[in-house]
Each structure stands twice: as structure tokens, then as C-alpha cells.
């Protein structure tokens, strides 16, 4: 119901803006008819009618004046085509043509004889005809940039004008089509790759460009093998297990098509792939395979330093406050009033710490090529922390401060009611009490280390 009520208020209050803007532009377009400006006036009778299609006046002004601009419009063309400029008379007949089609969006029929759409489709006729023998010619000469351009122009008159689309397809895609064989001859895969595919969205099944795309592809992808994980006395087994699946999903996400991951049960060249001891020795048992290796390139992983810490938490007792209201009783007179007092009372601080942090090299290497295309480093570490305070008592009540017996006034008691030291407590007891764990922790540091890895391995733009 609420929903209903709002889409009512808003529908309402749009009708209403729509109502003065419509009102505006008609007090102005008046005073420009008035003053003899029937252009100006039509543009802002057009407007009011805009706002608000029910505007009556708005539509006989625009009815009035516009007229009048289609009719100076149809003045020009009238010249034009008597002076025999064809592509001056095309122009200026589609400009009346397309305020004709204006003032129809708002309802208003302007007279536009029939007689005049004879004459364009003369000139229009003739103009297209001069034109498409030029783009004809320019094709034959193989000036595609020419040809495009010209084809372009007869198009965006007359759509389905003799054969000029398809004329207009080859000017346009036949270079780039080109261009893709050229690169696919030289073994540049992945030009060859984007120009194919430039063809293919633009002209989809030109020639036998999706073919050729298709060769381009498979001969541009660099498909990868992920070694074991060599690991650290402190990392074990589930580490690099967990690191190779992410690393392998990550490369897997790259929005370039030339990736692939080979997974470990598609490489049989190498049977106990899997178990080998390190990465050095993968690299050296494909190496050995050559071509017959499943993979273009072995992607390695070494982590060096892997610690995982949570520190012992501290608890800090700290002196404060909490006030309330007692009632006190004058004896003399036996009437009663309100005090404010501060009850000395303890709290306490918490504060702890876990991390986890590790360095690790990764190399992607290129069997096929016999090179090292990748080498560096991650390394970095995720720290989360907790401090926050805790009372036994109303969290609201408790002010800041400091006291020496709890028994005893003293000069060095101290009352923060207002200030920064109230505000830090107020902090410190809203503050989060749980920390993360270390396996959160370590999925968000291994999040970082793969993106690092797959971002350098995506940089990596090998043409084949």
C-alpha cells in the first residue's frame, strides 16, 4: 500500500512539474511569435508540447509556426533541385523530411505535399545512382577506406538500395580480413586471432573467417600445466593443494580466451605428474617430453617463508566511573533533593593479535619455446587485530576516567565525561571482540598472491 501511495505521489508530481515547464515554454514561445521569430517560436511551442501533449494552445502555436518553418524548409530543396545540386536538394529535402517526422512525435500533422516527394525521389535516385558508381569504382581499385565511406553515405539515405550493404560489408571487412591472413601467415596467432574476430562480430561468416579464427585461437592459447607446490618446512601439503586450485581458477577467469589450464589427469606424458618431488623437476620431466607434453608452458610455485601466528591475548584492568542519581534527605528542613554520584568501578582492556605471512617465487616456463617467460616474487602478510573494552555493568553508564583506591578520595581522581577520553571508551566498548581466523586470513593473502600471478601471467602476450 505504502508502494502504491508513493508511485501515486511521484506519477503526480511529474504531471505537475511537466504542467509548468509546458506552461513555461508556451509564455515564451508566444512572445517570439509576437515579435515575428516563427523559429524560435515553433522550437518552444515543440517543447511545451513536450512537457505536456494535452497543452491545447501549445499545439495550435506549434501547428501555426511549425508550418511555417516546414514550409522555408521545403523552399530550400525547391532551389536546390532547380538548380541542379542533387546532393545539396537530398540534404536539405531529408532535413524538412525529418521536422515533418518531429512534429508527428508530438501529435502535430504538418502538410508535406506529395508533389515534393516526387521530386526527391527523383533527385535522390539520381544522387545515389552518381554515388554508387563511385563507391563501385573506388571498390574495384581496392580503395576500401573510399568505398566504405561512400557505401556508408548511400546506406544511411536508402538501406536497401541495389546491393550497397553487402558492397558496403566487403569495403569495410575485407582489409581487416586481410590484415588476419597476413598475421596468421607470419604466426602473429593472436593479431590473427583479433582481427578474425573483429570480422566475425561485424560481418559474421565472412568468407571463411570464423574458420580462420578458429585456427588463430588454437594456435595462439597458451595452455599451462601447474606444478606441485614446492613447499616450506612450515607450509604442508593442503597449502599447496589449495594454492594450485586457486591459481589454476584464477588463470581460468582471465577474460582473454588464449588461456588454459591443463588439469593433472589430462598429462599423461608424465604418469606420476602429481607426486613429483618439485618444481625444478617437473619442469625438467616436460622439458623431456617436448612436444609430446601436454601443456605450452609449466607454471611453478616455491613458497620460502610461511607463518602462521596468533599472539597471547593481554587483558588490562582500567579504572572508570558510573554515575547515577541518589535522593538525600535535609534533616532540618526533612525535604528531599537529587544528587549525582560517581561509583568507582573497574573495567577491562582486551587486545590480540594474529598474522599470517608468506613469500613465495612462481616462474612460468615455455616448453615449446625452451624460454623462461615469467619469474618474480609475492610476498606480503594479513594481519587482523582485535582491542576492545568489557564491563560487567550497563556499557552506556560507564564513563572514563581514572582513580587511585576505590575506597579513598584522591586528588588525582579523574572524571572524563566529555572529550576524547570518552569517546575512545565508548569506541572501545562498541569495538569488535573476535578477530579473524587464520584461515581467513590466509584465503584472503592467497586471494592476493594468485591475482598477482595470473595478472603477470595475462601481461604475458605471446603471439603463438
Not at 221 to 229: D, E, R
Request: proline fraction near 2%; charge should be positive; charged fraction near 25%.
Amino acid at each position: 500500500m505504502i508502494k502504491y501511495v508513493s508511485l501515486v505521489f511521484i506519477l503526480s508530481l511529474s504531471l505537475l512539474m511537466g504542467g509548468c515547464a509546458s506552461k513555461r515554454y508556451f509564455k515564451k514561445a508566444l512572445k517570439y511569435e509576437q515579435a515575428g521569430l516563427y523559429s524560435n517560436a515553433a522550437d518552444l511551442y515543440y517543447s511545451s508540447l513536450a512537457a505536456n501533449n494535452n497543452n491545447i494552445e501549445a499545439r495550435i502555436g506549434f501547428q501555426r509556426t511549425g508550418q511555417m518553418v516546414l514550409e522555408d524548409r521545403i523552399k530550400v530543396f525547391k532551389s536546390k533541385y532547380k538548380s541542379g545540386t542533387t546532393k545539396e536538394a537530398v540534404y536539405a529535402f531529408r532535413e524538412a523530411d525529418a521536422y515533418h517526422k518531429k512534429a508527428e512525435s508530438v501529435g502535430v500533422k504538418l502538410l508535406l505535399p506529395q508533389e515534393q516527394r516526387v521530386y526527391y525521389q527523383e533527385v535522390e535516385d539520381k544522387y545515389l545512382n552518381n554515388i554508387y558508381q563511385d563507391a563501385s569504382k573506388a571498390l574495384e581499385l581496392v580503395q576500401y577506406g573510399a568505398a566504405e565511406t561512400l557505401f556508408a553515405e548511400i546506406l544511411a539515405i536508402n538501406q536497401t538500395y541495389k546491393d550497397s550493404k553487402s558492397k558496403w560489408v566487403i569495403a569495410k571487412y575485407e582489409p581487416i580480413y586481410q590484415q588476419g591472413n597476413n598475421y596468421l601467415s607470419a604466426k602473429q596467432y593472436r593479431s590473427a586471432y583479433y582481427r578474425f574476430d573483429e570480422v566475425v562480430r561485424g560481418a559474421s561468416a565472412y568468407k571463411n573467417s570464423i574458420e580462420q579464427r578458429e585456427t588463430a585461437l588454437r594456435n595462439a592459447t597458451l595452455s599451462i600445466a601447474i606444478a606441485p607446490v614446492g613447499l616450506s618446512d612450515k607450509s604442508d601439503k593442503s597449502t599447496g593443494e589449495q594454492l594450485k586450485t586457486m591459481m589454476a581458477n584464477e588463470i581460468n577467469q582471465i577474460k582473454a580466451p588464449f588461456y588454459k589450464v591443463i588439469d593433472d589427469q589430462s598429462i599423461r606424458s608424465v604418469s606420476y605428474w602429481r607426486s613429483v618431488s618439485s618444481p625444478e623437476l617437473a619442469v625438467q620431466l616436460a622439458k623431456r617430453q617436448g612436444s609430446r607434453f601436454e601443456a605450452k608452458a609449466v607454471f611453478t610455485m616455491s613458497i620460502d617463508r610461511y607463518n602462521r601466528t596468533i599472539a597471547a591475548a593481554t587483558k588490562t584492568e582500567k579504572h572508570g566511573y558510573v554515575k547515577r542519581n541518589t535522593t538525600v534527605v535535609d534533616k532540618a528542613t526533612n525535604t528531599t533533593s537529587q544528587k549525582v554520584v560517581y561509583d568507582k568501578v573497574v573495567y577491562y582492556e582486551y587486545t590480540q593479535e594474529s598474522k599470517v605471512h608468506f613469500t613465495l617465487e612462481y616462474k612460468l616456463f615455455r616448453i615449446d619455446q625452451n624460454e623462461l617467460a615469467v619469474s618474480s616474487r609475492f610476498g606480503d602478510e594479513e594481519i587482523s587485530k582485535v582491542h576492545y573494552a568489557s564491563f560487567d555493568g550497563d556499557d552506556k553508564a560507564l564513563i572514563a576516567g581514572y582513580w587511585v583506591s576505590k575506597d579513598k578520595s584522591s586528588p588525582d581522581d579523574k572524571i572524563y565525561e566529555t572529550g576524547q577520553a570518552a569517546k575512545e571508551l565508548q569506541a572501545l566498548l562498541a569495538a569488535p571482540k573476535t578477530m579473524l581466523s587464520l584461515t581467513e586470513l590466509e584465503n584472503k593473502l592467497f586471494a592476493r598472491c594468485v591475482n598477482q600471478m595470473a595478472t603477470q601471467i595475462e601481461n604475458y602476450k605471446p603471439e603463438n
